[in-house]
């Protein structure tokens, strides 16, 4: 119960601060890559309930002869780079945090099409609410593997408190500021998990 209302204090507060910078990331948003400003998607949350989170947008349309989208790598523009780099894409989900689907510090919301892919121990991910940080992201974010990555976010749930949240938030602080660890080598983004090929299907 504390930390959901740490979290609504957290966003409420944060959404106030950062409004201006929010409103100037949107105008930028729609004259650099156009509308909809806003990228919104489907993820999992809290015990794999669904709900839509929203990010600003930082790729631009674009598909090829088939209609299918074209890799992040060629989508994503300087701009959009310097979006993810900051984080300022991220600015958006203090709404998803408001409405209680995610909460400040949790294991990152990835897809749907995951959900069935997560062995019994990376599944544990779900027992708690999606964050917009975690331990993740300030252990390696895109750089380290889905195996380490999990591995991390579960050990995060089997050991959550108020003062590993602070801390979390501190480091991401850090690596928002040095711009560490933003995508994984050789990938404009993160390689799409397929399964874990041990024990997959425990």
């Known amino acids: ?10 966003a409420s507060t944060a959404l106030l601060l950062l409004s ?14 156009g509308s909809p400003v806003l990228f919104r998607q489907v993820r999992p949350g809290l015990h794999g309930k669904p709900f839509e989170m929203i990010k600003f947008r930082s790729m631009k349309d674009a598909v090829d002869e088939n209609g299918n989208p074209l890799p992040d790598s060629e989508r994503l523009t300087p701009f959009g ?7 300022l894409d991220e600015m958006p989900e203090l709404w998803n945090v408001i409405k209680g689907e995610m909460s400040i510090v949790g294991p990152r919301p990835l897809l749907m099409e995951y959900l069935p892919l997560y ?9 708690v609410r ?7 992201q300030v252990n390696g974010r895109n750089a ?6 999990f591995k991390l976010d579960t050990w995060y749930v089997e050991n959550q408190s108020l003062w590993l949240d602070f801390k979390i938030m501190l480091k991401t602080v850090k690596k928002v500021l040095a711009k560490d660890d933003i995508s994984a080598e050789g990938e404009a983004t993160m390689t ?11």
């Open 1 to 10: 119960m504390l930390k959901r209302v740490l979290d609504v204090v957290i």
């Open 144 to 149: 380290i593997s889905w195996e380490e990555k």
């Open 119 to 127: 062995n019994s121990q990376q599944a544990k991910r779900h027992n």
């Open 20 to 33: 201006p910078v929010y409103f100037f990331v949107a105008y930028k948003v729609r004259k650099n890559l």
């Open 81 to 87: 780079q310097m979006l993810r780099s900051s984080s």
């Open 130 to 136: 999606p964050g917009m940080t975690g331990h993740a």
């Open 192 to 202: 799409k998990f397929t399964g874990t090929r041990e024990q997959k299907n425990d």
